[in-house]
């Protein structure tokens, strides 16, 4: 018996809106012969065993509405715990069995208010599962395979300034993003020397949905996280590295798998409000979220309302609402049925991306814009069902099905006034597709004696149907397109996964999977460009062998040590449109990745992992949707060495650093050291976290900060992309009937720069292409001119930024409505 | 409620953007064909009276230049003072024979140095193979100027 539980009852009339505080045994109504529910069966929750392990303790305070049958029907979370102790206690509540509660003789619902307290015993054995994504609470033990695989709940990043997705995102050690041109376009993502642009070398999903695109029309696997409303996020799973059998495309450097919550434990009204003293022009967002507490379905409703101008001079009036609509039930005691539909619709101005030197001679201020018809407008729809069977408690079957329209329109202007100095380099970038697919997958624990067998199988379906142009425009008026293409892609995944215990200090890993992508394009325009891709069909295969060995050779209450080893292939695939461009490329990439690992908890209070990996990389191709062309590079090679610690200091305050230094090269030296442009060198993030019971309500509060070491913005590194730490600040109050939250993001007021790009461009007033270069003329302080066969002005190489928000202040109030 | 209605209204026009328009104030037969300002370029030909379409602008001070258009003939004038506008207002850029340099009938003549910044640089196309002559005003075609 690894708990104790202590067990108190609260009368209503059938739901858990209408719960009176009245202890067990008392009568609802005076003059009404009340009898209390009678507990006849109970089952004992499974201790977690990441908490186990990590001895852990935990209460979950739970109401279970029972029926008149004295069954539980239906039941809620009212207090959080953390560490899957809140699904272990909610698996075994739902099989309780009470002897009815009668009012005047009359079987009646009630609603059971319960606590279900964790106690690890100090005799309890070891469990060889460090931290590790629990998607599951039934299956006791799942496997991990690398010391940076973990997962993160909502308890954790509430102590964090949320603001967006994003903010949430960061929770995972080594992963920086950045705003990138106005506020509705994908972030900017940096992990293990990628500078993942939009996210081509970074999976990341919601529900198992996958959010990158795949030739997309601004950039191969474009990630807009911004349809995701950020409350509705529960859990954050993440892995790093290529050594994972479920995980298909892009999760080269990694994977991000958000999990939405099945229900909240109050309905509430949000109101925020926001900006930055002296810069732009406030912002604003309402949220709704609405959760009935039904008999037999767990339902939410969220709705979010809102505009946000930034701080540049350009507002950025990004007007956006989002829904998110999830109900759950249970078809079956040992199953679980999830339909989830998300919308988001936004439009938006960007300041764009601008040029250093604009900025250096006053042209413009550092949030002003050079093209400030930049921005655009997205909307994403989505439906997904899950379903989840446990045939016993050795075995667990999970199932998805989804589909979703997507729309983007994206105005840009990198290259100013270069390639057409009359109307300017504006272009739209045009994106439509309908995208479908499904997941399934099972798994199951066998025992042979001291060996222990955890076996999964699956397979990933995923479809695209795509329309995507490309426009030269002026002021958002088309002029002449030079793309246009329907694109329609399918890929297929098959993955096994066989995880060997033979001893409790001793685990193997072995998997791998088989990946076919099959594809169409066709050229809907009939010029002659010889650079625009033609029409065709092809396909590719790829096999990716994952190897992990796991050891535990310290094992004792006050310090216990895993060491990993892991070998694995995975990819990315690449725009299938430049298959049949010129130069062509493969569609897919393949990685290979090596990383030995260490996580180890001392004192059950010190929590320290380092990793060391490597990963090469086929060949470093991009296409560029910026100007409808296909960029292909030599192969890479990364690696680099990873620190994550948390340290308790005390029960209610916590500390945190995570620092990553890589290394990132072409794998043939190009004359240039094999310089690699924007590969972040190092990254660091930390902070303080702390949350404690003040007056009748909870004070929680975070200081956090993050950074970028300087990095090579060009190939050869003559331009930098200069590195920054920034600072934001949390502090929040939660009372039984409110909650409001005051988040600050660079509390320092620190001038960065988030976004940086080596850029060829041209200002207009700079000379003519093809003229001589004036003497005197230069391109800014840190630009570089660039000059033709003759010398004659053929632009400047100058880095292209986007300001970090500065000093920004966000007030947040939420009332609970039950 | 004094502050209720103020932060309504900021959160109703604070973000306004800034914008701009050109009016051509000519009372005789000038067209003005375009426009540059700061960043921004207002493309569309302007018959004397008419206002361009309104564009979004970032709040600077700067010089504009302008091609003109009197009788198929194209004149490279600027204005005579930056113009300036401040955050979420309009700026409404007047060309009229008061507010321009350059126009050579009126007696006023470009510098050769700006005048190239906007016969090459700022609209080029339309120089294209072509001599601007700044103390005339005259366009002649380049191969003109001899081998």
């Known amino acids: 018996m690894n708990f104790t539980r202590v067990l108190f009852c609260v009368v209503s009339t059938s739901a858990f809106a209408h719960t009176a505080d009245v202890g067990f045994g008392a009568s609802a109504d005076a003059g009404v012969d009340f009898d209390p529910p009678e507990l006849k069966t109970s089952v004992e929750a499974e201790y977690p065993p990441d908490a186990l392990r990590q001895r852990i303790a935990g209460s979950v305070g739970l109401e279970l509405l029972v029926n008149e049958q004295g069954k539980v029907v239906d039941l809620r979370v009212t207090e959080s715990a953390g560490h899957g102790f809140d699904e272990a206690a909610s698996v075994a509540a739902r099989q309780y069995v009470f002897e009815p509660a009668t009012m005047n003789g009359v079987p009646t619902p009630v609603v059971v208010k319960y606590t279900s307290v964790f106690t690890p015993p100090v005799d309890a054995p070891l469990v060889l599962v460090p931290t590790a994504p629990m998607t599951t609470t039934v299956l006791a033990q799942r496997p991990i395979s690398a010391a940076s695989s973990f997962s993160v709940r909502d308890r954790d990043f509430a102590l964090r300034p949320i603001g967006s997705v994003q903010d949430i995102l960061r929770v995972t050690p080594g992963l920086v993003m950045v705003q990138h041109s106005g506020g509705g376009k994908a972030n900017q993502y940096f992990l293990r020397g990628f500078d993942a642009d939009h996210g081509t070398d970074l999976a990341i999903s919601i529900d198992g949905v996958p959010i990158n695109m795949v030739s997309h029309a601004h950039g191969q696997g474009y990630t807009d996280t911004n349809f995701i409303i950020p409350e509705v996020v529960e859990k954050v799973e993440v892995t790093k590295g290529p050594y994972f059998a479920s995980q298909g495309d892009f999760a080269t450097a990694g994977s991000v798998n958000m999990l939405t919550r099945d229900d909240f434990e109050h309905s509430s009204v949000g109101l925020g409000f926001g900006g930055s003293p002296g810069h732009g022009a406030p912002t604003y967002r309402a949220l709704l979220i609405a959760s009935p507490k039904l008999e037999n379905v767990t339902a939410t409703f969220a709705a979010e309302a809102g505009r946000a101008n930034g701080p540049f001079d350009n507002p950025e009036q990004w007007n956006r609402y989002k829904l998110f609509n999830k109900i759950t039930f249970h078809p079956t005691v040992n199953s679980d049925l999830s339909i989830t539909e998300m919308s988001y619709g936004g439009d938006w101005h960007g300041s764009g991306q601008i040029p250093a030197r604009g900025v250096e001679q006053g042209l413009i201020s550092r949030f002003g814009s050079i093209d400030p018809d930049e921005g655009g407008d997205s909307a994403r729809h989505q439906l997904s069902v899950q379903y989840r069977l446990r045939p016993t408690d050795k075995s667990e079957l999970k199932a998805m099905l989804y589909g979703a329209t997507y729309r983007f329109n994206l105005f840009s202007n990198f290259t100013l006034n270069l390639r057409d100095p009359d109307n300017g380099d504006e272009i739209e970038q045009v994106d439509r597709r309908l995208f479908y697919g499904g997941k399934v997958s099972y798994r199951v624990i066998q025992e042979l004696g001291t060996w222990r067998f955890d076996s999964s199988i699956g397979a990933d379906l995923r479809s695209d149907d795509i329309h995507e142009e490309l426009w030269s425009t002026v002021h958002r008026t088309q002029l002449s397109t030079s793309r246009n293409n329907d694109v329609h892609q399918t890929f297929i995944g098959l993955y096994a996964n066989e995880e060997i215990s033979p001893t409790r200090w001793l685990r193997f890993n072995l998997g791998g999977r088989a990946d076919s992508i099959s594809f169409g394009v066709d050229n809907r325009l009939s010029s002659a460009d010889p650079t625009a891709p033609k029409s065709g069909v092809g396909g590719a295969v790829q096999l990716s062998p994952k190897l992990s060995a796991i050891v535990t050779p310290v094992s004792l209450e006050n310090a216990q040590l895993d060491v990993y080893l892991n070998y694995g292939h995975g990819f990315h695939s690449n725009d299938v449109r430049g298959v049949f461009s010129s130069p062509s490329v493969n569609p897919l990439t393949r990685a290979i990745g090596e990383e030995v690992g260490a996580r180890t908890r001392l004192f059950n209070r010190w929590d320290f992992a380092a990793a060391l990996w490597q990963l090469d990389l086929a060949n470093e191709t991009t296409w560029s949707g910026d100007d409808g062309t296909t960029g292909v590079n030599a192969a890479t090679n990364r690696y680099g060495v990873e620190f994550e610690t948390r340290f308790e200091i005390t029960k209610w305050l916590a500390a945190d650093l995570d620092v990553t230094f890589t290394k990132s090269q072409f794998s043939q030296d190009r004359a240039n050291g094999g310089g690699l442009a924007l590969a972040p060198k190092q990254t660091w993030s930390g902070g303080l976290s702390a949350r404690h019971e003040l007056g009748p309500g909870v004070l929680r509060g975070g200081l956090r900060f993050y950074g970028i070491g300087d990095r090579p913005a060009s190939d050869d590194g003559a331009l930098v992309a200069p590195g920054f730490t920034q600072f934001d600040v949390h502090v929040g109050y939660r009372h039984r009937r409110f909650d409001v939250a005051l988040d600050i993001e660079n509390l320092l007021n620190g001038n960065y720069r988030s976004a940086q790009f080596a850029t060829t461009s041209r200002l207009r007033t700079e000379p003519a292409l093809g003229s001589p270069v004036p003497a005197g003329f230069n391109c800014g302080s840190k630009g570089r001119l660039v000059a033709s066969a003759n010398g004659s002005f053929a632009g400047c190489d100058d880095v292209n930024f986007t300001p970090a928000y500065p000093f920004t202040a966000r007030l947040t109030a939420t009332v609970f409505l039950d | ?147």
Do not use: H
Request: net charge negative.
């Open chain 2, 1 to 147: 409620m004094k502050n209720f209605v103020l932060i309504a209204l900021c959160l109703s026009g604070c973000d306004t953007p800034t914008t701009g328009v050109v009016l051509n104030a000519f009372t005789d037969d000038t067209e003005v064909s375009k426009v540059w300002w700061a960043t921004t370029l207002f493309p569309d030909p302007l018959s004397p009276g008419e206002t361009s379409a309104e564009q979004r602008l970032v709040p600077t001070s700067d010089t504009a230049y302008a091609l003109l258009s009197r009788k198929g003939s194209l004149i490279a004038v600027t204005s005579n003072n930056p113009w300036q506008v401040a955050r979420s207002e309009t700026l409404r850029i007047e060309l009229a024979p008061g507010t321009i340099a350059g126009d050579c009938s009126a007696g006023s003549t470009l510098t050769p140095e700006v005048a190239e910044v906007i016969t090459r640089r700022v609209f080029p196309s339309e120089f294209i193979g072509k001599n601007y002559d700044p103390a005339t005003c005259a366009v002649t075609e380049a191969a003109d100027a001899g081998p």
